[in-house]
């Protein structure tokens, strides 16, 4: 299974950037998707998770700004980022997690390599 990630750049202030994340391999159903990110000198957070009911939650510092959206069908996750900030800026990771077979309720997690995201004017 690999994680393509891709979308992350440089942005002034109050820009938007997309983040997609699209994940291959022998996939069977994607169980969860969320999106990591991680600042020089600070612990990886979560930043925003979809599940396979639809169901989505934010951290409270990207509420209102991020979206994440799932694309079941080329097994893909986006974050839209809109006004972005300074502290935006971070290594932002994709965090999947699906099953293999029909026949399995084991769910494999992978993480995608990290994409950069630079909020600066």
């Known amino acids: 299974v690999q994680l393509q990630a891709s979308g992350g750049g440089l942005v002034q202030p109050g820009g938007s950037l997309r983040l997609s994340c699209a994940a291959s391999?022998?996939?069977?159903?994607?169980?969860?998707m969320s999106w990591f990110r991680q600042a020089p000198g600070k612990q990886r957070e979560l930043v925003a998770a979809?599940?396979?009911?639809?169901?989505?939650n934010y951290v409270n510092s990207v509420k209102g700004r991020f979206t994440i959206s799932r694309d079941n069908a080329k097994n893909t996750v986006y974050l839209q980022m809109n006004s972005l900030k300074p502290e935006d800026t971070a290594v932002y990771f994709c965090?999947?997690?699906?099953?293999?077979?029909?026949?399995?309720?084991?769910?494999?997690?992978?993480w995608g390599q990290g994409t950069q995201v630079t909020v600066s004017s």
């Open positions: 979809t599940t396979s009911d639809g169901s989505t």
């Open positions: 965090y999947v997690g699906f099953t293999t077979s029909p026949r399995s309720t084991t769910v494999y997690s992978y």
């Open positions: 391999g022998s996939i069977f159903s994607i169980n969860h």
